[in-house]
C-alpha cells in the first residue's frame, strides 16, 4: 500500500456516461496529481492541484474536470464518455515542490 | 525532439545479467525519477534524484547533471524484474513531470 488510495479499481460504463474517479493522498501530502495512459500513449499529465487549489492543467479535455476537497482527496470527472477515454487513470500526490510522488494503484476505465 | 528520451525502448535479457536503461533530458530540471510500472498496470517510484548516486537493493540509479543524463542499473537481474522503466523529469521552472517513452524490460529464465 502506497499511501494513496485510489477507487474504484475497475469501472465499465457506457459511451455517453460521466464517471467519478477518486483520489486519497498520502497523509501529509498536498499535491494531488492526475495522469491518464491509455493503450497507445504514454502517460499524461491532466491536472494538478495543490491545497486545494488548481495549480497546473496539462492535456485534459473539457469534457473532464477535477477538484480537491478541503479534506485534501481529490475527484476526477469524467463526462459523455468516448470509447478512447478508455485508458488507466493515474492518481499521484506529493508534499509539494521537489518532493517525491506517490503514485495510486489506478483506476482502470473501460467504455464500452 | 522530445524532452525526455530513454534508451533502449526495449529490452530482453537472461537472468543474472546486469542491466543499464538510460535516461537523457534537454531542460533544466530539479529532480528526475525513475519509477516502475509491471503488467498489471501499478506504478512504483524507485528513486528520486536531484545529483549523485542512490542505490536500493540490487538497483542503482545515478544522475550527471552537467551531461543531462541518468542511468538506472540492475544487478543480478531476475525474471521478477520484468517490468516498464519510466524515466519522469521534474522541470525546475514549472514543477511539471515530464515523462520519457519507458523502456521495457523482460528478464528470461
Known amino acids: 500500500d502506497s499511501g494513496v488510495t485510489q477507487t474504484p479499481k475497475h469501472l465499465i460504463t457506457a459511451t455517453g456516461q460521466r464517471v467519478t474517479l477518486r483520489c486519497s493522498p498520502r497523509s501529509g501530502d498536498l499535491s494531488v496529481y492526475w495522469y491518464q495512459q491509455s493503450l497507445d500513449q504514454g502517460l499524461q499529465f491532466l491536472i494538478q492541484y495543490y491545497n486545494g487549489e488548481e495549480r497546473a492543467k496539462g492535456n485534459i479535455l473539457e469534457r473532464f474536470s477535477a477538484q480537491q476537497f478541503p479534506d485534501l482527496h481529490s475527484e476526477l470527472n469524467l463526462s459523455s464518455l468516448e470509447l478512447g477515454d478508455s485508458a488507466l487513470y493515474f492518481c499521484?500526490?506529493?508534499?509539494?515542490?521537489?518532493?517525491?510522488?506517490?503514485f495510486g494503484s489506478g483506476t482502470r476505465l473501460t467504455v464500452v | 525532439k522530445n524532452e525526455v528520451e530513454q534508451s533502449p525502448q526495449n529490452l530482453t535479457a537472461q537472468e543474472g545479467e546486469f542491466i543499464t536503461i538510460n535516461c537523457s533530458y534537454s531542460v533544466g530540471i530539479s529532480a528526475l525519477h525513475w519509477l516502475q510500472q509491471h503488467p498489471g498496470g501499478g506504478i512504483v517510484s524507485l528513486f528520486m534524484l536531484s545529483s549523485g548516486k542512490k542505490k536500493h537493493g540490487r538497483l542503482i540509479a545515478t544522475i550527471n547533471i552537467q551531461e543531462k543524463h541518468s542511468s538506472l542499473h540492475i544487478t543480478a537481474s531476475h525474471p521478477r524484474d520484468s517490468a516498464v522503466y519510466i524515466c519522469?523529469?521534474?522541470?525546475?521552472?514549472?514543477?511539471?513531470?515530464?515523462w520519457g517513452a519507458g523502456t521495457k524490460l523482460i528478464i528470461k529464465p
Open positions: 499521484a500526490s506529493s508534499v509539494g515542490g521537489s518532493y517525491g510522488y506517490t
Open positions: 519522469a523529469v521534474l522541470m525546475d521552472s514549472n514543477y511539471q513531470l515530464i
